[in-house]
């Protein structure tokens, strides 16, 4: 992939990326996305690293564009219920720290 975009130099600052790619995809022998059992959750890709949708409006029907729009609504709610977790967490962790330091 780094040699592919003329990076030969700098393959360490990709591979994080693949690792990633790679602990986030279902592995075909045992049916299991490995970093669902390693971290208890399930694996948050960034932006940059997911599919962009072609987004052409005029050639699709208003009934697939609704129900595309419904798809993407139930992505952003699951990652809202995330996000939430994630502060619940932090902020879990926050008030332990301060406790403790006290």
């Given at each position: 992939m780094?040699?592919?975009k003329?990076?030969?130099?700098?393959?360490?600052?990709?591979?994080?990326?693949?690792?990633?790619?790679?602990?986030?995809?279902?592995?075909?022998?045992?049916?299991?996305?490995?970093?669902?059992?390693?971290?208890?959750?399930?694996?948050?890709?960034?932006?940059?690293?997911?599919?962009?949708?072609?987004?052409?409006?005029?050639?699709?029907?208003?009934?697939?564009?609704?129900?595309?729009?419904?798809q993407?609504?139930?992505?952003?709610?699951?990652?809202m219920?995330?996000?939430?977790?994630?502060l619940?967490?932090?902020?879990?962790?926050?008030?332990?720290?301060?406790?403790?330091?006290?």
């Amino acid at each position: 992939m780094a040699l592919d975009k003329g990076l030969d130099c700098e393959w360490d600052e990709l591979l994080w990326s693949l690792v990633l790619s790679y602990n986030a995809a279902k592995q075909q022998s045992t049916g299991v996305v490995p970093f669902t059992p390693l971290f208890a959750q399930e694996a948050t890709m960034p932006p940059d690293l997911r599919a962009r949708p072609v987004l052409n409006f005029e050639e699709q029907e208003e009934k697939t564009l609704a129900e595309d729009l419904l798809q993407r609504a139930l992505i952003v709610k699951k990652l809202m219920v995330h996000a939430g977790c994630s502060l619940e967490v932090a902020q879990h962790c926050d008030t332990v720290a301060v406790r403790t330091s006290t």
